[in-house]
């Protein structure tokens, strides 16, 4: 049966955390994925699950980590859903070691709008395969996914957070770290110009093997990752970022921690999910909302394009405190339009301040396309067409297998496409 016999396009809908218009389709509309909510087979000795695509991260680990497994990769947030991990090809902090989600999916179930279903994996439609993986939801409805969990001993992560105080000193700790941690990233300053330029706190962490005395974990931590998260419960008249807010930020943040060097037991949804404890946070930017900037730099220009991009952010005054600095490795990625690729990736917020920030993003694409970089299709909601197309040349291949009757208000943008 097919999908929709109406009129107008349609697109598949997660749970919305897509910060952009990937996930958008005013043209036409919205399939609610989340209804396809069920697990269908856990292997525990095995570690390998098979669920329905509207499945929560959240949801996932809630089951398999009493069992002793964990996501091979994950997001910053874990209120998103598989199929929408896999459309977006979502990263995490152990890139460098795991590559990126779909990496880890051994099959996929497509369901195409003339009702064609298509089993897709490595060794099976490998081309549909790649092209779903990263094709943010236009393939068609990605229905039910198989996925390698990896194993754990508990629920908890011995963690390290160093102060560093330039740029070059966050790479030399990237390049020191990547061997014997398997998440790496670092929270970076960027609303000083100047000496302060380029400081920030550098986290490293690995899951903590099975003799781990819990007892050291304090009492607090604990009671946070049991604890529900709370809500910003009204949207203020203006955005409560702005420069001063920004600077008195960065500044408490950066000397939030006694030593140069502190090392912790942590449970792991402080470390991996910290805004998750905190509902509805888009909220404090305003009614008018924020954007977000997320680029990737190849090695021989990542050191240059990262500081000139800083450097660019803190002359406008328009910076970011949710500001997020970390190494992309070598592993490949399998869709055809996947974000990561080696170099450095750099995310930040900034509040929506109209052609003003425009112009400052203007100033951001052009560092990123001279240095041969990208951005990030799941969190841009203002890329043109020609930095799509120059920085994704794979997509005039990937459009032989746009479902016809999918579409998206991103993918409109960036091809001109109805």
């Given at each position: ?52 695509a509207g499945v929560l991260l959240s949801e996932v680990l809630r089951l398999v980590v009493p069992q002793g497994w964990f996501l091979p990769v994950t997001p910053g947030t874990q209120f ?29 179930s497509l369901l195409r709008s003339d009702g064609a279903r298509i089993t897709c994996s490595p060794q099976e439609n490998a081309d549909w395969f790649a092209a779903t993986i990263g094709g ?95 809500k910003v419960p009204f949207t203020p008249p203006l955005s409560l970022i702005n420069p001063l807010s920004l600077k008195a930020f960065n500044t408490l943040y950066y000397h939030r921690q ?161």
């Amino acid at each position: 049966m097919p999908l929709d016999d109406g009129q107008g396009s349609l697109l598949a809908y997660g749970n919305g955390r897509s910060y952009g218009d990937s996930n958008l389709n005013s043209a036409g509309a919205l399939l609610n994925g989340r209804q396809l909510d069920r697990f269908i087979h856990f292997d525990a000795a095995t570690g390998v699950l098979r669920c329905e695509a509207g499945v929560l991260l959240s949801e996932v680990l809630r089951l398999v980590v009493p069992q002793g497994w964990f996501l091979p990769v994950t997001p910053g947030t874990q209120f998103v859903t598989v199929g929408g991990a896999i459309a977006n090809d979502v990263h995490g902090k152990n890139h460098h070691v795991a590559g990126a989600f779909g990496n880890h999916v051994q099959q996929l179930s497509l369901l195409r709008s003339d009702g064609a279903r298509i089993t897709c994996s490595p060794q099976e439609n490998a081309d549909w395969f790649a092209a779903t993986i990263g094709g943010l939801g236009l393939t068609g409805l990605i229905t039910s996914a198989e996925i390698q969990l990896r194993r754990v001993a508990n629920p908890y992560m011995v963690t390290e957070s160093i102060r560093f105080r330039s740029l070059d000193e966050f790479f030399r700790l990237s390049e020191a770290s990547e061997r014997d941690h398997e998440y790496t990233v670092a929270w970076i300053d960027c609303a000083f110009p100047g000496e302060r330029l380029g400081r920030g706190l550098f986290n490293r962490a690995n899951h903590a093997p099975p003799q781990i005395d819990a007892s050291l974990l304090p009492r607090e931590a604990v009671a946070r990752a049991e604890r529900s998260s709370r809500k910003v419960p009204f949207t203020p008249p203006l955005s409560l970022i702005n420069p001063l807010s920004l600077k008195a930020f960065n500044t408490l943040y950066y000397h939030r921690q006694r030593g140069d060097h502190v090392q912790a037991l942590s449970h792991y949804q402080p470390f991996f999910y910290p805004l998750d404890a905190l509902l509805e946070w888009n909220r404090i930017y305003g009614p008018k909302g924020f954007y977000q900037y997320q680029c990737a730099i190849p090695p021989a220009h990542s050191q240059e394009a990262t500081r000139e991009l800083l450097e660019t952010i803190a002359r406008s005054g328009m910076g970011s405190f949710l500001a997020v600095l970390k190494q992309f490795g070598t592993p490949p990625s399998r869709g055809l339009l996947s974000f990561p690729i080696p170099g450095t990736t750099l995310a930040l917020d900034f509040p929506n301040q109209g052609e003003a920030l425009h112009r400052l993003f203007a100033k951001l694409d052009e560092i990123v396309r001279r240095a041969g970089g990208r951005l990030y299709p799941a969190k841009d909601g203002r890329m043109s067409a020609r930095m799509f197309q120059e920085a994704y040349p794979t997509w005039t291949e990937f459009q032989r297998y746009v479902d016809p009757r999918f579409s998206s208000d991103f993918w409109r943008r960036v091809t001109g496409q109805p």
